[in-house]
């Protein structure tokens, strides 16, 4: 996910000839004036990036991954979870990101507004593009912690595996990288576990 430039900004103006604020100083308002086109944009402490629409692969993997979640929660009713593109505020943080998956338990549906969500996930999933992988394993890896998400899971469609990992404190520790063969294991959703040659095809 590469980040716009202001001369890349300045061509999204709209005809009432909106300026697009310098990188650092994006808010939520600004990232709504935004067009909506094949893009996908998010804005991290002022900062907007920008990525294409993800492959068929990232799509196929999310879509595998929420069918066995939605069959996990159908039993053990305990939240809900929510799939990209959807508006993600972490306060002071992200205004918005957008992860390609995320649970919310019961207790905290509050945080699901009209049009976005405003608040803290107790799990995100993020699935890397071979564009630019550091966006997911860096910066938003470090937001997620900081905001206090308690369970981070990075899946690698190339190299079919799922790394999972677990807030200790304010810092994410791992919890373990799984191959195509292994069966995937969460504090978050308790029992859940899933092959992770299921979600991550040949």
Same mark, same amino acid.
């Given at each position: 996910?590469?980040?716009?430039?202001?001369?890349?900004?300045?061509?999204?103006?709209?005809?009432?000839?909106?300026?697009?604020?310098?990188?650092?100083?994006?808010?939520?308002?600004?990232?709504?004036?935004?067009?909506?086109?094949?893009?996908?944009?998010?804005?991290?402490?002022?900062?907007?990036?920008?990525?294409?629409?993800?492959?068929?692969?990232?799509?196929?993997?999310?879509?595998?991954?929420?069918?066995?979640?939605?069959?996990?929660?159908?039993?053990?009713?305990?939240?809900?979870?929510?799939?990209?593109?959807?508006?993600?505020?972490?306060?002071?943080?992200?205004?918005?990101?957008?992860?390609?998956?995320?649970?919310?338990?019961?207790?905290?549906?509050?945080?699901?507004?009209?049009?976005?969500?405003?608040?803290?996930?107790?799990?995100?999933?993020?699935?890397?593009?071979?564009?630019?992988?550091?966006?997911?394993?860096?910066?938003?890896?470090?937001? @997620? $912690?900081? +905001? /206090? *998400?308690?369970?981070?899971?990075?899946?690698?469609?190339?190299?079919?595996? #799922?790394?999972?990992? %677990? =807030?200790?404190?304010?810092? @994410? $520790?791992? +919890? /373990? *990288?799984?191959?195509?063969?292994?069966?995937?294991?969460?504090?978050?959703? #308790?029992?859940?576990? %899933? =092959?992770?040659?299921?979600?991550?095809?040949?």
């Amino acid at each position: 996910m590469a980040v716009k430039t202001i001369a890349q900004q300045s061509t999204k103006a709209s005809p009432a000839r909106y300026w697009p604020p310098s990188q650092g100083k994006w808010t939520y308002d600004d990232y709504a004036r935004l067009p909506d086109n094949d893009m996908r944009y998010e804005v991290i402490e002022g900062e907007l990036y920008m990525s294409p629409a993800p492959r068929p692969k990232h799509q196929e993997v999310i879509a595998l991954l929420y069918g066995y979640l939605w069959e996990y929660l159908k039993d053990k009713p305990i939240g809900k979870v929510f799939f990209s593109p959807i508006d993600l505020i972490l306060p002071d943080l992200a205004t918005p990101v957008q992860p390609d998956l995320l649970f919310i338990p019961n207790e905290r549906l509050d945080i699901v507004q009209e049009n976005f969500i405003e608040g803290v996930p107790d799990l995100i999933v993020e699935v890397l593009s071979p564009s630019n992988p550091s966006h997911d394993r860096n910066t938003k890896f470090k937001i @997620y $912690a900081r +905001a /206090g *998400v308690q369970e981070y899971w990075i899946i690698d469609p190339d190299a079919r595996t #799922v790394e999972i990992n %677990v =807030l200790r404190g304010q810092a @994410y $520790a791992s +919890a /373990g *990288v799984f191959g195509p063969d292994d069966q995937t294991s969460s504090e978050t959703l #308790v029992d859940f576990s %899933v =092959l992770v040659s299921d979600i991550c095809p040949a």
